[in-house]
Structure formats: C-alpha cells, structure tokens
C-alpha cells in the first residue's frame, strides 16, 4: 500500500513539473535582442499590398485598400470613403480622442520601443503615445464572459526561436468610427482576431506578419506586412499629449480643420 502510495505522489509531482516546463517564460539568455528605437517604413496604409492607387496616402480622398471584407463591411469602408472624399471623416488620432487601437498601433508613423522581458512583451508606439501588452507567461486568455472589448485587446503570445507569435482577441467594435485601422476608413468588427509574427529580419530590420479573421467583417483572413527599420544610436523617444495641442477641431458641418499658429483655420474652406 505504501509502495502504491509513493508512486502515486511521485505520478503527480512528475505531471506538476511537466505542466509547469510547458507554461514556463523564456530565459532572458534565449530572447532577441531588440533594444534601440524604431520607425516603420513607408506610409500609414495598412496593407500597401492592395492599397489603389499604388502611391496612395490614407485619408487621401479615393485611396483604399481590398481586404476581403464582407458585403455589409465593403458597405461600411465605401461610405467612410465618401466621408472623406467629402472632408467629414474625422479620424479620432486627429482630435484627441482616443488610443490607436490595435492592429493600428503597428501602423503609426513616429517611433516605437521594444521591451522585451520572458514574461512579456510591450510594443511602446511614441505616437499617441499607446501600449501594447503581450503576455508570455504561459497564460490563457480570461474566459469569454470576462473578454469585454477594449482598444488593444488581450494579447497572448510565445516565443518559437527568435520570433514573438502572438494572438490578440477582445477588440473594441468602432462605433461612430471610433476606432479604425487607417486613415482609408477601414474598421473591423468584434468578432476580429488576430494572429502576429514579430522577428527582426537583420540587425537594422524588424518585420509583423499580421493574419486578421474576422467572421463579421471578412469572407477569408487578410493578410499584411509591416516593416519597421532601427534608428542610428542615441535616438529619442518622446511622450507627448495631443490635446496640448489639439490643432484639429471638428467644424459646424463635420469637418476636420487645421488651425495655424494664429489659432485661425489654414483650411480653404471651412463650411
């Protein structure tokens, strides 16, 4: 009985120890080295890859992407174009109001910081300034009833050699276009996540894979590149508050307006 008893404990001690090995964070040895700062090349298109035309800036009036969206999503997208077209798309960045969001946060054009622990990864975006949290603790995502949406969502990832993957789920739905992925309009709906591949393709150069799937806005996964390139030593990174200086304000009709140093709009037309 004793015999039986012991092996019993040591059956269980062996599977606790297992367990723990699988949910245990890398060794700081074993992790990349992506120290330094960074700015993502190229302009803040999400996915240059289908944007028209090639050369198209977002928020530009007519440029937009091909995501394989739904028939209710593509909707959506076209109206946020004519928005725009007709100078009544605010985008929340400009006005102060709220975080970029996620995917958008990877989609910023001043620079970001990598901090890299075994427990967790923070993308640090200058630009709003944002945070993004990846957890590689070995945790799961909190149960569904607990999931609400917020802007970065909950993001859980591990590491498979020099590359962080990580899946993001619990994303705010934009209401009111409150939050978007660029400045072409495009949104996603609750239903989004999103699987990314983060590695540095050389000494100077990281890369994201991004795979969203969406089963409310897309008919298959979109698929998307980004880039970002290190700076020379001894660069900054700055936090700063919009609303400082919020020179953005929305008119009497929708519009987005630039003030200029006088405080007056530099707009042609203002109404």
């Known amino acids: 009985?004793?015999?039986?008893?012991?092996?019993?404990?040591?059956?269980?001690?062996?599977?606790?120890?297992?367990a723990g090995q699988a949910s245990k964070p890398a060794s700081s040895a074993a992790l990349p080295?992506?120290?330094?700062?960074?700015?993502?090349?190229?302009?803040?298109?999400?996915?240059?890859?289908?944007?028209?035309?090639?050369?198209?800036?977002?928020?530009?009036?007519?440029?937009?992407?091909?995501?394989?969206?739904?028939?209710?999503?593509?909707?959506?997208?076209?109206?946020?174009i004519e928005k725009i077209k007709a100078g009544t798309f605010p985008d929340p960045i400009s006005i102060c109001g709220v975080p970029h969001g996620?995917?958008?946060?990877?989609?910023?054009?001043?620079?970001?910081?990598?901090?890299?622990t075994p427990a967790a990864t923070w993308v640090?975006?200058?630009?709003?300034?944002?945070?993004?949290?990846?957890?590689?603790?070995?945790?799961?995502?909190?149960?569904?009833?607990?999931?609400?949406?917020?802007?970065?969502?909950?993001?859980?990832?591990?590491?498979?050699?020099?590359?962080?993957?990580?899946?993001?789920?619990?994303?705010?739905?934009?209401?009111?276009?409150?939050?978007?992925i660029d400045r072409t309009g495009l949104v996603l709906s609750d239903a989004a996540k999103v699987t990314t591949r983060m590695r540095k393709t050389s000494d100077t150069m990281m890369e994201a894979q991004i795979v969203v799937e969406d089963a409310k806005a897309l008919k298959a996964p979109w698929k998307a590149t980004k880039q970002y390139r290190k700076l020379p030593a001894g660069t900054w990174a700055w936090d700063y508050g919009c609303a400082e200086n919020n020179r953005n304000p929305i008119s009497?009709?929708?519009?987005?307006?630039?003030?200029?140093?006088?405080?007056?709009?530099?707009?042609?037309?203002?109404?």
């Open 33 to 80: 080295d992506w120290s330094g700062v960074w700015q993502m090349v190229g302009p803040t298109v999400f996915d240059r890859a289908t944007v028209q035309p090639q050369n198209g800036r977002a928020g530009d009036p007519g440029v937009r992407e091909y995501p394989p969206l739904t028939d209710a999503y593509e909707a959506i997208y076209k109206k946020n």
């Open 102 to 116: 996620f995917p958008r946060i990877m989609n910023v054009p001043d620079v970001y910081e990598f901090a890299v």
């Open 1 to 18: 009985m004793r015999t039986a008893f012991l092996a019993l404990v040591s059956c269980v001690i062996a599977i606790g120890v297992a």
């Open 124 to 180: 640090l975006a200058e630009n709003g300034p944002g945070i993004l949290r990846v957890y590689t603790d070995g945790r799961s995502f909190p149960p569904a009833e607990e999931l609400w949406g917020t802007y970065t969502g909950a993001s859980v990832g591990r590491w498979e050699g020099d590359t962080l993957v990580f899946e993001t789920r619990g994303l705010k739905e934009s209401r009111d276009n409150d939050v978007i």
């Open 252 to 271: 009497n009709s929708g519009k987005t307006l630039t003030l200029g140093p006088d405080g007056k709009p530099i707009d042609k037309k203002t109404e």
